[in-house]
């Protein structure tokens, strides 16, 4: 296998981030194989609801109703009460006394019908069943559809009834972008939220690390050594097509988009040690964002773009800082533990998510940005990689299961857990992605 050349985290001992993604095993297997997700921890309150069969799903490529459920199951904040096969048309009130003697505080309502040209209609409305006496309908959508975006209608109706009953914009609509080695090959892969329709964007004999999503989601950039040093690229989705957004002397790496698209934070060596640069979409503009005389690296946006985080070794040990995104001081965030590295700031801007050496093995821990209380999310002991969904509420990360790379997610108050997997396989490098527009 070949190895890349240099990485800036090599000078933070930071092995597991970029080495495990050298060290992957040489396996064979299905590189498009779905994601199998599975949930080890749940929420401290459950709300109790009923998803029934949806009228005339039949007509859809896949019922939908099972992809609503395995979406709201997999939160760990629902416990779905089964009614076997039963069906609650959209067009009519559901008997809500009767569900509420099942033990549900909210049902669902939902039909399909055919529309012109060969697409649906899905209408549904949801219920709260503890209101009979006042208004007790919590609202609807009606969604027209192609059979292909089936499932996507599906992620939107969860990520509905989701914040209607929790308060919290759901996440079910999204994206996942993640490496698996496959055999001696490398894939970047693209797949929903719930780790099915995995779509490969790029295959490589060399490495590909560090995905960082557009704001917009039609693009993804990327590091990639197939020309036998790191050089970032800017991949869209839509088309397959790519071009270069930093090939400079030296190494190319950690590429974060801005909030706004137009430009992206990188880490360059061009002049000497691993340094931030920002630089425009169309890889014009390079300049540097603030000069050490260390190794700063790991750049990430604040949600409002006031702020660049980062991982310096400017006191000595690696350690979280931020500084405007107009250059000036950098400011020192974390103190807690002699190791911190790789900052994501949640997109609300209240959190902080990072990886912590503790007790001697490395975890994902969040601060909260106002309180400056720091709490341990994981009890695995090889994470890397946080990413937060687009709600703040769940954060993806890799981390390392008897030598085999699985990604997995824990909520933002760490009781909701889950893991994520491909038989067989090394998955590593994950970035959530925004909402599907």
């Not at 309502?109 to 219920?127: D, H, K, Q, T, Y």
């Amino acid at each position: 296998m070949t190895m890349p050349r240099s990485s800036p985290f090599d000078a933070f001992g930071n092995l597991f981030r970029l080495l495990c993604v050298l060290l992957f095993a040489c396996l064979t297997t299905n590189a498009h194989a779905d994601i199998d997700i599975t949930v080890t921890g749940t929420g401290t309150r459950l709300f109790p609801l009923i998803v029934p069969v949806f009228e005339n799903e039949g007509d859809l490529p896949k019922p939908i109703s099972d992809i609503v459920r395995a979406d709201l199951q997999r939160s760990g904040r629902f416990s779905l009460v089964d009614l076997g096969p039963l069906t609650l048309p959209e067009s009519r009130m559901p008997d809500l006394a009767a569900m509420a003697t099942r033990g549900a505080d909210a049902v669902l309502a939902a039909s399909v019908r055919p529309s012109p040209n060969g697409r649906f209609e899905i209408r549904f409305r949801l219920f709260d069943t503890t209101r009979r006496e006042s208004n007790p309908e919590l609202g609807g959508m009606v969604l027209q559809v192609s059979p292909a975006q089936h499932r996507l209608a599906a992620h939107r109706i969860a990520d509905f009834i989701y914040e209607k009953l929790t308060g919290i914009p759901g996440y079910f609509a999204t994206r996942i972008a993640y490496v698996v080695k496959s055999g001696s090959r490398y894939e970047l892969q693209i797949a929903d939220s719930d780790g099915m329709s995995a779509q490969t964007a790029l295959r490589s004999p060399e490495s590909i690390i560090s995905p960082s999503w557009s704001p917009d989601g039609q693009h993804i950039a990327y590091v990639s050594f197939e020309a036998r040093k790191p050089v970032i690229y800017v991949h869209t989705l839509a088309t397959g097509q790519r071009r270069v957004l930093a090939n400079f002397k030296g190494s190319n790496s950690a590429p974060a988009w801005a909030p706004d698209g137009k430009r992206l934070a990188v880490v360059l060596t061009k002049d000497g040690l691993s340094q931030i640069y920002l630089i425009n979409a169309d890889g014009s503009g390079a300049r540097r964002l603030i000069t050490s005389s260390g190794i700063d690296t790991e750049p990430a946006w604040s949600p409002e773009g006031q702020w660049i985080y980062f991982t310096s070794d400017r006191s000595g040990d690696p350690q979280i800082y931020r500084v405007s995104a107009t250059g000036g001081a950098a400011e020192r965030v974390t103190f807690e533990a002699p190791y911190n590295v790789t900052p994501r700031p949640s997109p609300d801007g209240k959190k902080l998510v990072f990886v912590t050496r503790h007790e001697g093995r490395f975890r994902v821990a969040a601060i909260d940005l106002a309180t400056r209380q720091t709490a341990i999310l994981t009890d695995s002991g090889r994470d890397e990689s946080p990413s937060f969904a687009p709600n703040s509420n769940m954060i993806l990360y890799a981390t390392d299961i008897g030598g085999r790379g699985v990604l997995s997610a824990v909520s933002a108050d760490g009781f909701v857990k889950q893991r994520l997997s491909i038989q067989a396989a090394d998955v590593r490098e994950p970035a959530w992605g925004p909402l599907q527009q």
